[in-house]
């Protein structure tokens, strides 16, 4: 009994954990990882670039 | 023209001006300018993009910008 | 802590350097700027940061990709600056070396490619190099790593010095000219005027934004004019502003470059000259690059993939069901965990590792390509048909790499000048075939085509490329107008690739599929077999009672029309929009079969061979997944955009499954 409730625990824990990283991950994108993502041009300031051309 | 030189033809760019303002920058960042030596590597079919070497270095470039290089024969 | 910014122009060995020196696991490619990304690393020493920007010829930016180190300058903080340059092309190398010079941060050369250089009987001098540019000049081979920890040393060494930033006078009208900015600056910033000044009269846009933050825009524009003006009179010629600096700088580098070098003729045909010969041969090329790809799909699928793929799967679905089974009886499990592991996540976890070794032969074969320098050639050879639906031969590159994913791939998009062709090759990316739709054919061509297995998957593939080719013609006629498409690559020499490289760029790709596989197709196949293990009517009901067929159901009668109107084939579409690969895991899971042989001897009851290939190529087309609609957001800024590439991703796909489906059965087809 224990062990289905210490296995089950740890599928379902560890599921939506996994799920929810995911989600938040993929909307932002890959700049969640990027270290210098405060003041990173590159990816997260797109609406800048815009107004310049 | 550089678009009208034959594959492993040579060529010194006499002008560039009629060329794209942008493929113009570009060659320039490549190193490419008035006065450089360059030569045809190699033409691709239908009309397609031509190789250019010049010191070296080798870059395409689409025959119709090519056509507005003049270059003269050495 | 100090942060260092390695810049240098594209193909110069920028990425193997950062490798090299911070020794992480970094993606390395050969065609002009793989480094879409600015990317950080950490030095050896375990302090300082090294951040990779992209490989650029000018701090005066073309493209969106240049455009990023523009920012940096202008918006960062950073200590030191590596500047990598390649011996080869030091004429060239030597305008970027000038304007960091001008910025007036520390620099630090690594001179790279001298054994290149020698080839072609160029001997460089590198203490009178260092002497002239005031900066210390170190010899390194990037590809190797050869003197890489002694260019470290002199990298994170405490204090280094700015180098000459006065070594070009650009005339009395631009001095002047910077002069004047100069006072009315006075003050009121950080970065260095003469930098700004020239950067300005460049005509870089970035610097002008900037300038106008702290200026009126009238003060600006009267003193580029000034300028202009006086120059030309001055110098009694028409050239432009941007000219007349290139053409200073070339000639400060004139001086230094012959001072430091001497040169040799030499009239070896180079190795590069003589593949070229053959792979961009008038004839040759095309049948060459379509060889080479079908190589690429049939060592993918058939020679080489799918026996690996079986064994694995024999493993999965013998030895290791067997001993999980064992190991829960003995610790005494109940039926539900039981089957929630064994129906569940053995299930829809091994479905998808099953692939691995197919798409990590995928991504070796992408990571070859790029890094031998093959990849500029594909554009150049394929340049002619692009133009002809209004691209350039460019945007074949994002497509190439989004056959591994199509996240890298938009983001690739970034190394495209023009921005119409930009967005179009951001919309289109999404229709290549990226690795995680691979599971899905691979499961059905083995169920329903096993003859004729990579001639099918490859025909997927081609689909998706004709049917972007055919997009992009349309488009370019009605959305996207206007704007003409230019076209100038840079053909780097060829490499041979390092195995090292080859086998760090290959994992770094492919490490995102496994680890996806344990992290959210692990979440997701416990989600889904406990929608397929409950209802409406209570827990461990029949399958076609639970609620993930309630949710397949509403939708099953819409693909009727294109041969799949099954709960099944629906329910698997929802949690395909999250993960492509999740596809399989759901349907392992729905039909409740622990391998893929089984599977796929199911699958033969439920579809046709017809509406198996109408559903295969449903999966291409039908929808973007979720990180990669996550991209196209990022990458173009507009939601207008992104729901578009989502809208018209599905009319394609539906009306594509529909004409192959019902006119595959006009045509007798089963």
Known sequence: MIANILIGGAIFGYAGWAFYRFIKKSKEGKCAACSIQSSCSSNCSVSQEKKIK | MLGKLKTGEKGRIMNIASADKFVRRRLLDLGIAEGSEVCVKCILPFGGPVMVESCGQCIGIRRKEALRIEVERV | ?670
């Open chain 3, 1 to 670: 802590m100090m942060n260092i910014a390695l810049i240098g122009n594209p193909n110069t060995g920028k990425t193997s350097l950062f490798n090299n020196l911070t020794g992480s696991y970094e993606y390395v490619g050969n065609w002009s700027g793989v480094t879409v990304e600015k990317k950080v690393g950490i030095f050896k020493n375990g302090k300082d940061q090294l951040i990779d920007l992209p490989g650029v010829y000018t701090l005066n930016p073309l493209s969106k990709d240049e455009g990023v180190v523009t920012n940096f300058f202008l918006n960062e903080p950073f200590e030191k600056l590596l500047n990598i340059l390649d011996a080869s092309q030091l004429r060239r190398n030597l305008h970027l070396t000038l304007q960091l010079l001008e910025y007036g941060a520390p620099v630090i050369i690594g001179l790279n490619m001298l054994d290149v250089a020698k080839n072609r009987g160029i001997q460089i001098d590198i203490a009178k190099l260092s002497e002239s540019l005031g900066v210390n000049v170190a010899p390194v081979v990037a590809r190797s790593g050869k003197g890489c920890d002694e260019l470290a040393e002199l990298v994170t060494a405490g204090a280094v010095g700015t180098g000459k930033n006065n070594l070009v006078y650009y005339g009395k009208a631009i001095e002047a000219g910077i002069l004047e900015l100069e006072n009315k600056l006075a003050g009121k910033i950080k970065h260095p005027v003469r930098w700004l000044a020239l950067q300005l009269f460049e005509g870089n846009p970035y610097v002008k934004n900037y300038l106008e933050t702290i200026l009126p825009i009238e003060e600006i524009e009267k003193l580029i004019n000034s300028v202009t003006v006086d120059q030309q009179q001055n110098a009694d010629s028409k050239q432009a502003l941007d000219q007349v600096i290139h053409r200073k700088r070339s000639e400060a580098i004139d001086k230094i470059v012959s001072a430091a070098t001497t040169k040799q003729e030499n009239k070896k045909v180079p190795l590069t000259e003589k593949v070229d010969m053959v792979v961009t041969n008038k004839f040759l090329g095309i049948p060459i690059f379509l060889v080479l790809m079908y190589v690429m799909f049939m060592l993918t699928f058939d020679w080489l993939g799918f026996p690996l793929s079986d064994a694995l799967d024999s493993f999965l679905s013998g030895p290791l069901t067997s001993g999980i089974t064992a190991a829960l009886a003995a610790a005494g499990a109940s039926t539900f965990i039981k089957d929630l592991i064994l129906d569940g996540i053995v299930a829809g976890v091994g479905g998808v590792l099953v692939f691995v070794p197919q798409i990590f032969i995928l991504f070796f074969f992408i990571s070859l390509l790029e890094d031998s320098g093959y990849m500029a050639r594909v554009a150049l050879v394929m340049d002619r048909l692009m133009e002809s639906v209004g691209l350039n031969g460019k945007a074949f590159i994002p497509m190439m790499i989004g056959f591994g994913c199509n996240v890298p791939g938009i983001m690739a998009a970034r190394t495209i000048e023009t921005p119409k062709e930009r967005l179009m090759t951001i919309l289109l990316t999404p229709l290549m075939s990226c690795s995680a739709r691979l599971p899905v054919y691979a499961l059905f061509v083995g169920a329903f085509f096993v003859e004729q297995k990579a001639a099918v998957v490859l025909s997927l593939y081609v689909l998706g490329v004709v049917i972007a080719l055919i997009l992009a013609k349309v488009f370019s006629k009605t959305l996207l107008k206007g704007e003409t498409s230019v076209f100038v690559i840079e053909l780097p020499p060829y490499r041979l690739p390092q195995a090292r490289a080859l086998w760090r760029s290959t994992w770094d790709k492919g490490k995102g599929f496994v680890k996806k596989a344990g992290t959210f197709i692990f979440a997701g196949s416990v989600l889904i077999w406990l929608l397929a293990y409950a209802g409406p009517e209570g827990v461990n009901v029949s399958m076609d009672d639970s609620y993930l067929a309630l949710l397949g159901g509403i939708f099953a009668p819409l693909f009727a029309p294109i041969g799949f109107g099954t709960w099944q084939a629906s329910a698997s579409l929802f949690t395909g929009f999250l993960a492509k690969e999740a596809i399989i895991s759901t349907m392992n899971i729905i039909y409740f079969v622990p391998d893929e042989a089984s599977l796929q001897g199911l699958l033969a009851a439920h579809y046709t061979p017809l509406a198996a290939y109408s559903f295969m190529a449903f999966i291409l087309l039908y929808i973007p997944c979720l990180a990669t609609v996550a991209t196209i957001y990022k990458e173009t800024g507009s939601r207008r955009w992104t729901a578009f590439s989502i809208a018209y991703a599905l009319v394609i796909a539906y009306v594509l499954s529909l004409v192959i489906y019902q006119g595959g059965r006009l045509l007798g087809l089963t």
